[in-house]
T-cell receptor, first 114, second 110 residues
Framework: NAGVTQTPKFQVLKTGQSMTLQCAQD?????MYWYRQDPGMGLRLIYY???????DKGEVPNGYNVSRLNKREFSLRLESAAPSQTSVYFC?????????????FGEGSRLTVL | EDQVTQSPEALRLQEGESSSLNCSYT??????LFWYRQDPGKGPEFLFT???AGEEKEKERLKATLTKKESFLHITAPKPEDSATYLC???????????FGTGTRLKVLA
């Protein structure tokens, strides 16, 4: 059972470079999320997609864009990476109803911006 | 503003030494309160959902309880394999968002 798959697992970028983090889920879930996790800050919501074709901003969306390519895939793009975007990024999908359902997380993508 | 605060930040226990982790929350219309476990280098893994004050749920050595202002994760006779970071989250009504606390890092010594 793959669950939620994130690629790449590790990435090092230079300031100003761009990249896309990929996320795919095989559980037929409607809603998907991107979080970042930083020491002492916990998990902070960047963007979410309630359903295919929709995306909405979370708590910390600046510097990021997202694409819900289809029901399975939800990508996160950094157009011009900054050192402040050094973090661990987690994708999640939701089983059940909003606010009461269970989030399934991927293993994370560890990004360093020099 | 919806907010989740967890305490303590870190906790070291001897094997078999029971304790509790705290999650305090302020939220506009709680739909659910969630506990997750996160091992180093891994994504969070779901443990429990609590829906209303007075509710309790158990899983092996863990028991989660909920009041109108806080939740507790009680760990009874912990083992070294219970060492992890435990995250609390809330789901405010009217949104798809889940708001997480900063977690409690638990270390159980053999």
């Amino acid at each position: 059972n793959a669950g939620v798959t994130q690629t790449p697992k590790f990435q090092v970028l230079k300031t100003g470079q761009s990249m896309t983090l990929q996320c795919a889920q095989d559980m037929n879930h409607n809603s998907m999320y991107w979080y970042r996790q930083d020491p002492g800050m916990g998990l902070r919501l960047i963007y979410y997609s309630a359903s295919e074709g929709t995306t909405d901003k979370g708590e910390v969306p600046n510097g990021y864009n997202v694409s819900r390519l289809n029901k399975r895939e939800f990508s996160l793009r950094l157009e011009s990476a900054a050192p402040s975007q050094t973090s661990v990024y987690f994708c999640a999908s939701l089983e059940g109803q909003p606010n009461t359902g269970e989030l399934f997380f991927g293993e994370g993508s560890r990004l360093t911006v020099l | 503003e919806d907010q989740v605060t967890q305490s303590p930040e870190a906790l070291r226990l001897q094997e078999g030494e029971s304790s509790s982790l705290n999650c305090s929350y302020t939220v506009s219309g709680l739909r659910g309160l969630f506990w997750y476990r996160q091992d180093p280098g891994k994504g969070p893994e779901f443990l429990f959902t609590l829906y209303s004050a007075g509710e309790e749920k158990e899983k092996e050595r863990l028991k989660a309880t909920l009041t109108k202002k806080e939740s507790f994760l009680h760990i009874t006779a912990p083992k070294p394999e219970d060492s992890a970071t435990y995250l609390c989250a809330v789901g405010p009504s009217g949104t798809y968002k889940y708001i997480f606390g900063t977690g409690t890092r638990l270390k159980v010594l053999a």
